[in-house]
C-alpha cells in the first residue's frame, strides 16, 4: 500500500521543458537536453519531475494555450524524445508528471475553427457560447487590469465565445460527455508513454458548471472522481495534483470525503500565511491555516510549495496582512501583478539572504505534505523584472558561467538568460555551487535526503506545541510511534523558547539533532529549553540514548550532515 501511495513522502521538481537546457542550439530547451541533466535531477535527490506545458501551442501564453492535446510542440523535440526521456527517469527512480491544460484550449486549436466554421459540427458544442453578450461578461477575469471581458465576439461564428482567461484561449464546455471522454482519452495517452499523474490546471473552472445564464458555477465533483478511476485502471499508482486555490470548507469535496477523487493538492491556504510568517515573524495565521486545512482523507496529501511559475497570489490574506507581505518582499508596483500578487522570484524576495532562504525551504519540507520545488529555487536565482507579466521569473535555468549560463549554444535564447548583478549567471550558477560544500544547492541536496529520512512529516499527524513567542514555530508530527519535531525562527534575532514534547516517559526526554551535534535534554523543570538564532532552524527526533548511539554511527560523515543558518 505504501508502495501506491508514492507520493506521501516524495519530493517533486517542477521545470519548463522550454528554459531548462537546449541541445541542439536554436536557443529553445529541448527533451534532449532535459534527458542530459536527468542525472542532475537524481543526484538533487528528487522523486519525480513535473514538466509545464510542452504540447504543440502557439505560445502565447507560455505552452497553455495547447493547439494540438497529443503531439510534442517542434520545438521541444519528438513523441520519439518524450519517450526517450521517460524512459531514462524510470531508470533513475524518477517519476513524471505533466501538466493538463484542459479547462481551454488555443482559439487555434481544429476543434476550435471547426466550431466557428459550421454551427452544426460536433465541436460546436464543446465550448461555451452566447447570442448576446452576457450582463456579467467584465466580471470573473483571472488577469484583472490585462483582461479585459471573459466573452468575445467571433465574427465567423456569429456568436460571443466564453474564456475564463485571455481571449485566445475559449474556454471548453467541460459538462459535455464528449469533451470529458476526451479528456481521459489524452490522460491514457500519455500515460501510456511513461507518466505517473498529472498536474491539473485550473480545477475549479474545469468542473464549474459555464455558459451565459450561470451567475455562480456549480462545481461537478463526480468529474474529478471520473479522472482518478480512469487513471488507476490504467495505471495503478498514478495520480493527479490539482491546482485548485479553494476555501478550507470545501477542501475535502475536491479530495472526496473517501478520498476517491483528487491524490494531491497545492495548499495555497498555507502559503499565503507562509510569506505572511515570513514578512511580518508572526506564526499564528500560519498555524491558523494549518489547522484549517488539517482533514483530508488517509490517502490524500497536500501540495506545500514556496514559489511556483505564476505570481504569489496573496488574494486569500486580509488586506492589512496583504500589505504587510507587499512591503516587504514587493513594495514597488511594477514588482506586483493582477492587483493580488507578487511576480518575483524567491531569492529576490528575501534579499538574496542564504540564512533565510533555508529557513523558508525548512519550513516549507516540515509543513504537512509534500514538497515542491521550483527549478533554479535550488541555487536561488533570480528574476528579470524587465521582462512582462509572469515571465520575469520564468528565465532559463543557469548551468554554468559560460556564455548563455550554459542554457544554449544560441546567442538569441528563449528568454534572456539573467546577466551581470547579483543574479547573474556569471557567479551564480550550478557549476559554482556544485564546488563549494557551504552553497545552496549542496544543502538542499542534503536536505532533501534528510527529508526522505523524516516520513513522519508525509505520513503522521501533526500538533503545533506552544511557545510564548510568536515568531517561533514548534511542531511535532507522530507516525508508528515515531515522533519528529520541528523548531524555526522567523524572527531575525535570537530567541530562546521552551517547550514540551508532550510525549511522556523516558522517551520524551531526548531531542536528537537531525542536522548537527545540538542534541537537547529536558531540564528540571521537564521542559526542553532552546537558544535559536535568527532565521534559525532544528530538526529533532524524538528518541532516548540507544537511538542516538545508533544514528552516531550512520551520521559520522561530515558530508551527510545538513547545516543550518547562523551557525
Not at 43 to 62: I, Y
Not at 267 to 272: A, K, L, S, T
Not at 354 to 369: I, N, V
Not at 426 to 432: D, F, G, I, S
Request: aromatic share 12%; net charge negative; charged share 25%.
Amino acid at each position: 500500500m505504501i508502495d501506491d501511495l508514492w507520493y506521501k513522502n516524495a519530493v517533486i521538481y517542477c521545470l519548463s521543458v522550454e528554459t531548462f537546457m537546449d541541445a541542439n542550439g536554436d536557443g529553445v530547451g529541448d527533451f534532449q537536453g532535459l534527458t542530459r541533466r536527468l542525472d542532475y535531477l537524481h543526484g538533487l535527490g528528487v522523486s519525480a519531475v513535473w514538466l509545464m506545458p510542452f504540447q504543440k501551442s502557439p505560445q502565447r501564453d507560455d505552452g497553455y494555450d495547447v493547439s494540438d492535446y497529443y503531439a510534442i510542440d517542434p520545438r521541444y523535440g519528438t513523441l520519439g524524445d518524450f519517450v526517450e526521456f521517460t524512459h531514462g527517469a524510470k531508470q533513475r527512480g524518477l517519476r513524471v508528471l505533466i501538466d493538463l491544460v484542459v479547462n481551454h484550449t488555443s482559439i487555434d486549436h481544429p476543434w476550435f475553427q471547426e466550431a466557428r466554421r459550421d454551427p452544426a459540427s460536433k465541436y460546436r458544442d464543446w465550448y461555451v457560447w452566447s447570442k448576446k453578450k452576457p450582463k456579467n461578461a467584465d466580471e470573473g477575469m483571472v488577469f484583472p487590469g490585462v483582461q479585459k471581458t471573459t466573452w468575445t465576439y467571433d465574427e465567423l461564428a456569429k456568436a460571443y465565445y466564453f474564456h475564463r482567461f485571455y481571449e485566445h484561449q475559449p474556454d471548453l464546455n467541460t459538462s459535455n460527455p464528449e469533451v470529458q471522454a476526451e479528456i481521459l482519452k489524452i490522460m491514457g495517452f500519455w500515460i501510456q508513454l511513461g507518466v505517473s499523474g498529472f498536474r491539473v490546471d485550473a480545477v475549479p473552472f474545469i468542473i464549474g458548471t459555464k455558459g451565459p445564464d450561470v451567475t455562480t458555477p456549480k462545481e461537478q465533483f463526480d468529474m474529478l472522481r471520473t479522472f482518478r478511476e480512469f487513471m488507476q485502471w490504467r495505471k495503478g499508482d498514478s495520480i493527479v495534483l490539482a491546482e485548485a486555490n479553494v476555501l478550507p470548507e470545501t477542501d475535502m469535496e475536491y479530495f472526496g470525503r473517501d478520498g476517491d477523487r483528487m491524490h494531491m493538492m497545492f495548499n495555497f491556504q498555507v502559503n499565503q500565511n507562509l510569506f505572511y510568517a515570513l514578512a511580518s515573524a508572526d506564526t499564528r495565521p500560519l498555524v491558523k491555516a494549518m489547522k484549517a486545512t488539517k482533514s483530508r482523507p488517509a490517502t490524500a496529501q497536500w501540495g506545500q510549495f514556496l514559489r511556483n511559475h505564476d505570481e504569489l497570489d496573496l488574494g486569500r490574506l486580509e488586506e492589512e496582512q496583504r500589505q504587510a507581505v507587499f512591503a516587504a518582499f514587493g513594495p514597488e508596483k511594477h514588482m506586483q501583478l493582477y492587483d493580488r500578487g507578487i511576480r518575483r522570484r524567491l531569492a529576490p524576495m528575501l534579499g538574496g539572504d542564504q540564512r533565510r532562504l533555508e529557513l523558508a525551504c525548512s519550513l516549507q519540507f516540515t509543513l504537512p505534505g509534500t514538497p515542491v520545488i521550483r527549478y533554479g529555487d535550488e541555487i536561488g536565482m533570480g528574476d528579470d523584472l524587465d521582462l512582462p507579466e509572469r515571465n520575469c521569473a520564468r528565465t532559463p535555468m543557469q548551468w554554468s558561467g559560460e556564455p548563455q549560463g550554459g542554457f544554449t549554444r544560441s546567442d538569441a535564447p528563449v528568454l534572456p538568460v539573467i546577466s551581470g548583478g547579483p543574479w547573474g549567471y556569471e557567479h551564480l550558477n550550478a557549476a559554482v555551487q556544485r564546488r563549494d560544500p557551504e552553497s545552496l544547492l549542496n544543502w538542499t541536496e542534503r536536505i532533501i535526503r534528510m527529508r526522505k529520512e523524516v516520513p513522519e512529516v508525509g505520513w503522521g499527524d501533526f500538533a503545533v506545541i506552544t511557545t510564548r513567542d510568536p515568531a517561533v514555530l514548534v511542531m511535532r508530527y507522530d507516525w508508528r510511534n515515531n515522533a519528529v519535531l520541528f523548531v524555526h525562527n522567523l524572527a531575525g534575532t535570537p530567541r530562546e523558547v521552551a517547550f514540551a514534547t508532550g510525549i511522556d516517559g523516558e522517551h520524551g526526554r531526548l531531542l536528537v539533532d537531525l542536522l548537527g551535534d545540538d542534541h537537547l535534554e529536558v531540564d528540571e523543570t521537564g521542559r526542553h529549553r532552546l537558544v535559536i538564532e535568527g532565521f534559525g532552524y532544528r530538526w529533532y527526533r524524538v528518541g532516548g540514548l540507544d537511538y542516538l548511539l545508533r544514528r552516531s554511527e550512520i551520521d559520522s560523515r561530515p558530508d551527510t550532515r545538513a547545516g543550518r543558518s547562523g551557525g
